[in-house]
């Protein structure tokens, strides 16, 4: 039997503190539920791993995985190798917030093989942070950035946001001069989204503070404008909000934009494998109880038919800078892309949302405004 070539996504949840505009699976958890965590985690490995599985890519987020002491992070990484077959080139990643790095844990990390960190910037201005509920200053930032380049690590995201509360055009883009100068690998640049039941969402929606935030035509400069600095200083916009210099790109998350299988480890982690996705319980204590025992643990199980491949392979692949792939299409559904998108497809072409660049269908600048209604316009009636 050959290998199956997958990627493999841990969850870490917990915290120090909670985001006010966080609505991940996420909590503060004292150091004997962490320990008793990472040994949960390290059953549920032994119980899905296998040999046969060939590991291109593994990715480590939260919660702040950072937040776990080193020896813990290691047994974790140690028990992905011997349950499945790490590949030499693997792309290896870590979520770390600034302020919970030690050279003693980056020496760790990397002596444990990871080779790509991502820090959860957000901001290089502390009034920003502060009002987002960071525990981070910007120069705990780059005091941890600057440890994780003197332990070796050549390959370093740094996540930030636009349309804050009070945010001005020129505060957004003096956060990706500071950052630019630094000479990273990667940019991952998102507009902040008011999700319902997190602290931000009951202070800004629907309230006199909802003033604060920049309208949506704003938001639009702000996204331009950044992306225009960004390309100008050598970065390419692989995917709508990401940034790589050439060869950087994010592998791990290439794989989900491209319908790649993926197996989630650790509380409440999604999985997309066997024609299947679901998800692990967000119950601690189920977890902790039962991570030995997958079938008990994995909740809302569905089965993706071929129409719901194809609505995922068409919304996902426009979130793609270059597109849908039309010929990969064929081959993987055994039917032409404009057999089955022909309609919508003309109708955004016309005018002028889309466009055609060899065998890639992607968003123009003026598609790209209106990317959610256009992704939107691809899923499919009926089975």
């Excluded at 602290?199 to 331009?224: A, G, S």
Aim: with cysteine; aromatic share 12%; proline share 2%.
């Amino acid at each position: 039997m050959s290998d199956r070539d997958i990627e493999l996504y841990l969850h870490i949840p917990f915290c120090i503190r909670k985001c006010a505009y966080c609505d991940f699976l996420s909590f503060s958890g004292e150091r004997k539920t962490q320990e008793a965590y990472s040994n949960a985690l390290i059953r549920e490995i032994q119980a899905v791993g296998n040999r046969e599985y060939s590991v291109s890519s593994i990715y480590i987020g939260g919660g702040t995985p950072s937040i776990l002491q080193e020896d813990s992070m290691v047994a974790i990484l140690d028990a992905i190798r011997n349950n499945f077959k790490v590949l030499s080139w693997a792309e290896i990643s870590i979520e770390c917030n600034p302020g919970t790095v030690t050279a003693q844990k980056l020496h760790a990390y990397h002596q444990a093989g990871m080779n790509r960190i991502s820090f959860g910037l957000q901001s290089a201005h502390n009034h920003e942070l502060e009002k987002l509920g960071r525990i981070h200053t910007w120069e705990m930032f780059l005091e941890s950035y600057q440890l994780a380049r003197k332990e070796g690590f050549s390959n370093i995201n740094v996540d930030i946001m636009s349309g804050l509360p009070g945010q001005t055009r020129e505060e957004y883009l003096d956060t990706l001069r500071k950052v630019i100068r630094l000479n990273l690998e990667h940019v991952s640049a998102y507009s902040l989204i008011l999700e319902e039941g997190t602290p931000f969402y009951q202070m800004y929606y629907n309230t006199e503070l909802n003033q604060e935030l920049p309208d949506e035509e704003e938001e639009r400069r702000m996204y331009w404008h950044g992306r225009k600095f960004l390309e100008e200083q050598g970065f390419s916009c692989y995917e709508i909000s990401n940034y790589a210099r050439p060869s950087k790109e994010c592998r791990h998350n290439l794989g989900y934009w491209t319908g790649k299988e993926y197996l989630g480890i650790g509380l409440g982690a999604s999985s997309y494998f066997n024609g299947k996705r679901f998800h692990n319980t967000d119950s601690m204590k189920e977890y902790l109880q039962m991570s030995d025992k997958p079938d008990r643990i994995r909740i809302e199980e569905e089965i993706v038919t071929k129409k719901r491949a194809m609505e995922e392979v068409a919304f996902l692949g426009l979130r793609l800078t270059k597109g849908i792939d039309m010929m990969d299409f064929e081959k993987r559904f055994e039917c032409r892309f404009q057999d089955v998108y022909g309609d919508v497809m003309k109708r955004f072409l016309s005018m002028g949302f889309l466009a055609i660049n060899g065998p890639y269908l992607c968003l123009t600048e003026k598609g790209i405004d209106v990317s959610n209604q256009i992704m939107a316009e691809f899923l499919l009636d009926g089975e």
